[in-house]
């Protein structure tokens, strides 16, 4: 059976995909979403932004077959070429050297997790300064140079359609099974476990090794802006193998990040231990004949190919992890108390949840209440579990007031349920990795004239936007008491960004922003609903609102505003314009009968 660095590093995100890769029916998956192919597109975009050097070579293999990347990248390294592009290495299981300490003395001082790093330099222990520095050069190097080789040019000219066949061709994702006989007799395989590795890069270094007076240290290039874990171990993964080929094990790797000017070096003496962890765990899984426990993360399952199959595995299951609310860690303290279904939640009494891990007074009884919904398939109006924090009318004085570090409980927010003639509903577009909002959709409901006006504010390119910016002012300052509803945070931070970035006076801005109403916010500390998630789409269509092009996301704008860019084809800002709308007005749906709810329950 074969292991690769992307299997480990997705069961570090979830024990149950790699198993699904590895034993069941690939015909089951679900097909790429539009914006995970962007995220691929992305990735290849930034390798190519990377590997602007003339030294790399890549190793002459076909796709998928990887005993001849194998031995392509053995006779380079014999060679000792300076740096390898995409190089295959491969090693026995038996082969690794178990370490049984996690951290040696001298970092037992370091206390710090990937969630809590602040600072590369963190990490950035005991690493050899000459390492570090040649490998600097090349990195420097890369960006310093001008043009790509022929080679590399090829291998990032593909289309859309042809980004998907990279995907579903390399040989490190979706070809492990590949049935090769043909093998080298300088390639290790068979045994029960062989090891694959595929790093970005192999980067020569002075030393020795068993191919001569060098040694190779593997680089990742990853789309991420922070050396996550699973980033880490992965690239620790590569390190192991290498070890293993070159007869000596590399003392560091790195991570080449997004918008980073140089590379992370990773201490693989706080990793590779980790990672030896993480790989026996992940082959002891392999061995099991069931697949591990679904749960249902809808931030991490959302981009999975499994996701249906797993849905459909906890909608059977009742799982819990399809309530609101219900987290790992609070789902691990629930199997405590044997509370194992929506009806057994139901009936608890919240008071036995509130110390444990996860729990306290107000979360209990919302997740109980939450059950409840799910149970009876009904609202619930919440008690007044949660005391919205009062207002210091000081921090409205501008010599306080830090616009980046605004928060909606420091202004004085709008009652929802106050009655307006005209009320605004705000949704705004935009494309994370240009850091781009370009459309600002406002929807302008008269109630006295029985008018209603939608205005889409749209920004063509990057350029335009402080122009829909400007536009967003002008028509809001026209209707100067009238609320302002939105979904979720996300708005309101916006319009801070704006506001810093284009340089509005706080005389401007503040105003605005006090007007601001989080039906999000409002909906989720009075009422509990029969619905998994509650995400604008689920709430509204439960509601029974229908958005005009049923498979419109968020995602899709995001991927069809980048195929805009690159083709110029206006039906793309149409559909987006469409959907901008729709959500506005899906707003206002729930907006109507959250006010109405609980005008009827209290």
Known sequence: MLINAELLLQYQRCKRRPFLDTHSDRTLRDKPTDLLIKLQQDKIIHQKSILKSKSHIRPNYHAGNWRAGANATWELMQQGVDCIYQGVLVANFSDIEWYSLPIPPDLASLNSTDSEINSLEKLQVSINENLVNSATKIFQNYHNSDNLNSQTQSNFSSSLEKTVEIISNNPFISNLNNNQTTTQANTPIGQEYTLISCPDLLIKQPGKSKFGDWTYIPASIELGKRPKQEYQVAVAYHAQVLGIVQEVQPTTAWLILRGKDSGYPVDLRRWMFQMQQILREYVQTLTNENAPEVFISRQKCSLCHWYSTCHEVAKKQQHLSLLPGVTPVRYTQLQTLDITSPESLANTNPIDLENLPGFDALVAPKIVMQAK?????????????????????????????????????????????????????????????????????????????????????????????????????????????????????????????????????????????????????????????????????????????????????????????????????????????????????????VKEWLVEFIKNNK
């Not at 028509?475 to 284009?502: G, M, S, W």
């Open 373 to 589: 919904s799910i149970v009876e398939n009904r609202p619930f109006l919440l008690p007044n579990l949660i005391q919205k924090p009062e207002i210091d009318e000081t921090d409205l004085d501008v010599g306080y007031v830090s616009l980046s570090s605004l928060r909606p409980n420091q202004i004085a927010a709008r009652d929802i349920h106050l009655p307006s003639q005209i009320e605004l509903y705000f949704d705004i577009e935009a494309q994370p990795d240009l850091n781009l909002n370009y459309l600002l959709g406002v929807l302008v409901v008269d109630k006295q004239a029985k008018t209603e006006q939608f205005y889409s504010f749209l920004a063509e390119n990057i350029d335009e936007e402080e122009f829909v910016w400007q536009q967003f002012l002008h028509l809001v300052n026209q209707y100067p008491d009238a609320p302002i509803y939105h979904f979720c945070i996300y708005e309101f931070d916006t319009v801070k960004r704006l506001a810093k970035l284009y340089r509005t006076p706080y005389s401007v801005v503040l105003p605005v922003l006090s007007r601001f109403v989080d039906v999000y916010e409002e909906l989720i500390t009075s009422v509990t609903l029969p619905i998994e998630s509650y995400a604008l789409k689920a709430i509204a269509k439960w509601l029974g609102f229908e958005w005009r092009d049923s498979e419109a996301s968020g995602a899709k704008c995001i991927y069809w505003y980048d195929q805009w860019l690159q083709t110029g084809d206006r039906t793309l800002l149409e559909i987006i314009q469409r959907y901008n709308e729709d959500d506005c007005r899906a707003t206002r749906s």
